[in-house]
């Protein structure tokens, strides 16, 4: 497939930065031999297949339109995805009650406010675990119910329009 003034690399480069992924380890993750994700991160010395864009963009949670740089990642995509993609554990203390309140609260929350309904799952983990990451980043032991409420409604409204 060919990429659009060869954005894939640095695109692929600031998603890998952003989860925090060596080359080698996101090969091994993809199951795609190093060398072709080596290739893409060279400029682009390679016109990947479309199923090996899709595996890519799956892991990163963006479209492949996103990916090769035809969609932009723009701002309301980006707040969630701030968190370390699979490595919460290793990089910020573990807290099993204070992500378990960060979920009960979420999903108390969108229960009483059913127009938004619409919400689907991943959008709803998103959510959880952006409140449980401010959570441990201001170093609460519970969740702020001020910012929760206010990135609830703010979030919920950035999805439906």
């Not at 401010?134 to 702020?144: A, F």
């Amino acid at each position: 497939m060919r990429v659009k003034d060869n954005q894939l690399d640095v695109i692929l480069q600031k998603l890998m930065a952003n989860v925090k992924i060596t080359d080698t380890q996101l090969s091994k993750e993809l199951k795609v031999p190093s060398s072709v994700v080596n290739q893409i991160l060279n400029k682009g010395k390679i016109s990947p297949r479309l199923s090996t864009l899709t595996h890519i963009a799956k892991y990163f949670d963006v479209t492949v339109a996103q990916l090769i740089g035809e969609v932009p990642i723009n701002t309301k995509y980006d707040l969630f995805h701030c968190l370390p993609h699979k490595n919460i554990k290793s990089s910020f203390k573990w807290v099993a009650e204070l992500y378990k309140e960060a979920v009960d609260f979420t999903i108390s929350f969108l229960e009483d406010n059913t127009t938004y309904s619409s919400i689907n799952a991943e959008q709803t983990i998103t959510i959880i675990n952006e409140i449980y990451y401010y959570s441990i980043k201001k170093d609460l032991n519970k969740i702020d119910h001020d910012f929760a409420h206010w990135y609830l409604n703010f979030i919920i409204k950035q999805i439906l329009t």
